[in-house]
Structures are given as C-alpha cells and as structure tokens.
C-alpha cells in the first residue's frame, strides 16, 4: 500500500489543523493505520492509532483531549484532527499502515509509512 499524508501547515497555538493519509494499491480497510510525528533532533514517536474498522483508536497521552484519528474506508483515508495545538507539536507527521497485531505505539509493527507532513505551531 502506498500512502501519502497531507494537511500541514503553519498555525499559532490553540489553533487546529485536519491531516490526512490517502491510501492507494492494497485493500485499505485490511490494515490498521497510526499517525507518528518527529520534532527536529528527536526520534519518531507514536501519536495516534485506528483499527482496521475504526471502531478502536489509541492516543499518546500528550495528545489526549485535544487530537482524534479516524478513517474513512470508502475513501481510503484517514485523518488527524488537531486542536489546541500547542508549540510542542511542532514535528513532521507521518502516516503508517500495519498488518500486524502488536500495540498501536510499536513503529516495528508499521510495514508501510508515508512521507510526511509538517506542522508548525508558533507560540
């Protein structure tokens, strides 16, 4: 499957951006999807994950509350929506797909990623 994430921008804190991961070549709904972001100097850290119907998600806890991953199968899509940004959030987003059963926040279990999509808060 490959996979490209969109969506990424520059906002001032407490603002919101919407990502996206367009999904093409393979069956989408047969995989589980995560978004992992990495700031500048730092090693890539899980955000958000979904299961294959979106019926179960997982979030790091710097981001509960404030982000929601979702998917849309029909438009093999899924999505990061962002609010309450805050200058720490600052990262490249990747979006990756798994057809493994470990925890959401293992990056091992992502067999495909996307490229990426830069988000910038500015306090």
């Known amino acids: 499957v490959q996979l490209q994430a969109f969506g990424g921008g520059l906002v001032q804190a407490g603002g919101s951006l919407r990502l996206s991961c367009a999904a093409s070549g393979r069956t989408f709904s047969n995989y589980r999807m995560g978004w992992f972001r990495q700031a500048p100097g730092e090693e890539r850290v899980f955000v958000a994950g979904?299961?294959?119907?979106?019926?179960?998600?997982a979030y790091a806890d710097s981001v509960k509350g404030r982000f929601t991953i979702s998917r849309d199968n029909a438009k093999n899509t899924m999505y990061l929506q962002m609010n309450s940004l805050k200058p720490e959030d600052t990262a490249v987003y990747f979006c990756?797909?798994?057809?493994?059963?470990?925890?959401?926040?293992?990056?091992?279990?992502?067999?495909?990623w996307g490229q990426g999509t830069e988000v910038t808060v500015s306090s």
């Open positions: 979904i299961g294959w119907s979106g019926s179960r998600t």
């Open positions: 990756a797909a798994s057809t493994s059963y470990r925890d959401y926040d293992q990056s091992n279990g992502y067999g495909y």
